[in-house]
């Protein structure tokens, strides 16, 4: 114990010396400019060519889409489908697949006109049938997948043409645009197949960027370049994505010239890449992330469903500390599921302190008493132990648990860390609700609808509200909230959400972290914009050497 509180006021007093880290994107932008490795003349062209090998800690799970919640099946499969809408680079909706597309009669009715000459890897063009095939997939209660709710919105999908078809609702649906920014599937490789044992799942067929030529389980997966992309091939040939489920070994790779970009831990990017030799070779990019970190219960667990309990825990968790220590002051605590800086945030809501005396307070209130032999919590007899489950190869999650165990046990609850490789910690404790308390992170989307998440709906075997929350003003609140168009309107509606999620403590809402990336210089087209940095990685391409000028 006296270990544990050395290791973290020794964190704490370090970064205290740090500069605070920007959240301001523009500054965090424009710093930037002056590491850039400039080219030597305004005239030298994108050329064709080149390879990127990125660093992975996760392997994709499947990748077709819908079928798969974690962020590297999302990720690496978002270069083999092309939806009817995408968000630009300033996160505005703009079309993508679609040629055109209209929002009428007050957003009850969407019609879309898609690109002629998008073509599938295997020659066949994707139309309006591939568009009302995944649709049919989506809807089908057969289908093994999380994310179907906005489609079972839909009253009518009405194909009106080869590319033309439209989307009818009983009541206007908030996020009804963001339903299609999602892949479309491929009707003359999927109908009929079942989509838990096809192949396509592990190979799949591609209209994107780019085509998967190589998975090499548990090591890495090889893209090429699509020669038929409609938007343009992409400038990089080869991207290869190299599993490495721990970022130490990550980051030997990178020094070692074995990978061109990966995300930095705090202490990477502010220790232990400084100096001429990476000011020269690299370029380094920080801003606050969308996503956030926490601590969830398992609202089944007996020890976990009062509500008491679960605020006692929050208050007894320093996450100021946690910032400072894990995070190195590279990020921000955070009170619920939305961005600071947002329409939506809830800014009227103040944090939970950190307090002992009162979490203590509040677990004596909820019938828990110290055993004065053993010096834990007791009810009814039964201690107060419960396992934090947590991914491997996440340093930083794996030390909030070990900091948050140290915390815990100072208000006598024993707490046992337990990490699992990512593919099984999914697959066979989140979908299937095989823990107590779980550390994870979440993606923090534009539109504030997270009905998945958080509606009595979806807290069934597989759902994404595999804490099992259920409250049913919050049932209400979304229901209404992705039901009208009147933005103040949701605006109350999701700040009453914020609060109710503030009283409950479903989640301990941990922090929000910045994003920390490295990219090697060699590497141009990279314009950082509010939607991050790939956005436009087509766009990128490989310079030569000798078209290169450091800076001093």
Not at 85 to 112: H, M, N, Q
Not at 324 to 351: D, F, S
Not at 386 to 408: C, D, E, H, K, Y
Request: with cysteine; net charge neutral.
């Amino acid at each position: 114990m006296l270990r544990a509180k050395v290791f973290l006021i020794f964190f704490i007093s370090l970064v205290l010396s740090i500069p605070p880290a920007p959240f301001s994107y523009e500054a965090v932008a424009s710093a930037d400019i002056a590491r850039t490795f400039p080219l030597s003349s305004k005239s030298v062209q994108p050329r064709y060519g080149g390879r990127i090998i990125l660093g992975s800690i996760g392997e994709p799970s499947n990748l077709l889409p819908f079928l798969a919640s974690d962020s590297a099946s999302h990720e690496i499969g978002s270069y083999f489908y092309v939806a009817p809408l995408k968000y630009d680079k300033d996160l505005s909706i703009t079309a993508w697949a679609a040629d055109s597309y209209e929002v009428l009669e007050e957003g009850k009715l969407l019609r879309f006109k898609l690109k002629p000459g998008i073509f599938w890897q295997d020659g066949v063009e994707l139309t309006a049938d591939d568009v009302e095939f995944t649709y049919r997939v989506m809807i089908d209660p057969k289908t093994p997948t999380a994310y179907a709710e906005d489609f079972l919105r839909i009253k009518e999908f009405k194909k009106i043409g080869r590319y033309t078809f439209e989307v009818r609702y009983d009541k206007p649906l908030a996020r009804s645009l963001i339903t299609w920014m999602t892949g479309i599937l491929p009707k003359h490789a999927l109908e009929g197949h079942d989509l838990r044992t096809t192949p396509l799942a592990r190979k799949p067929l591609s209209c994107g960027p780019y085509i998967l030529k190589e998975w090499e389980a548990g090591s890495k997966l090889v893209l090429e370049a699509n020669e038929r992309y409609f938007e343009g091939r992409p400038y990089i040939d080869t991207v290869i994505y190299r599993i490495i489920p721990d970022l130490a070994t990550m980051f030997l790779e990178l020094k070692a010239g074995k990978l061109d970009m990966m995300g930095l831990t705090p202490q990477q990017y502010r220790f232990q890449t400084n100096g001429p030799e990476w000011k020269e070779q690299w370029r380094k990019y920080a801003y606050l992330s969308s996503g956030y970190t926490f601590l969830g219960y398992n609202l089944r667990h007996p020890f976990f469903q009062d509500a008491r309990v679960r605020k006692a825990i929050t208050c007894g968790i320093d996450r100021k500390s946690i910032v400072a220590a894990v995070l190195l002051g590279e990020g921000m605590t955070t009170v619920g599921p939305y961005k600071p800086g947002t329409w939506v945030y809830n800014t009227a809501i103040r944090e939970h302190p950190y307090d002992p005396e009162l979490a203590g307070r509040l677990l004596q209130e909820a019938g828990w008493t110290r055993n004065p032999k053993t010096g834990l919590l007791e009810k009814d007899g039964v201690p107060f132990r419960f396992t934090i489950l947590t991914n491997q190869g996440n340093t930083q999650r794996i030390n909030v648990a070990v900091i948050i165990q140290s915390m815990l046990k100072e208000l006598g609850i024993a707490v046992k860390v337990r990490t699992v490789e990512w593919a099984a910690f999914i697959k066979e404790f989140v979908d299937k609700g095989n823990f107590d308390a779980i550390i994870l992170g979440w993606n923090i989307l534009q539109d504030p609808d997270i009905f998945d998440v958080w509606h009595s709906s979806k807290a069934v075997s597989g759902g994404l509200n595999f804490t099992w929350f259920k409250n049913l003003e919050v049932d209400e609140i979304l229901d209404e909230a992705r039901s009208t168009m009147d933005m103040a309107r949701r605006k109350k509606l999701y700040d009453r959400f914020q609060e109710i999620l503030h009283e409950e403590q479903p989640y301990t809402f941990l922090y929000i972290p910045n994003t920390l990336s490295i990219v090697n210089a060699r590497y141009q087209g990279i314009e950082p914009a509010p939607a991050g940095l790939m956005y436009n990685f087509i766009h990128w391409w490989v310079a030569r050497k000798e078209n290169l000028v450091p800076q001093q």
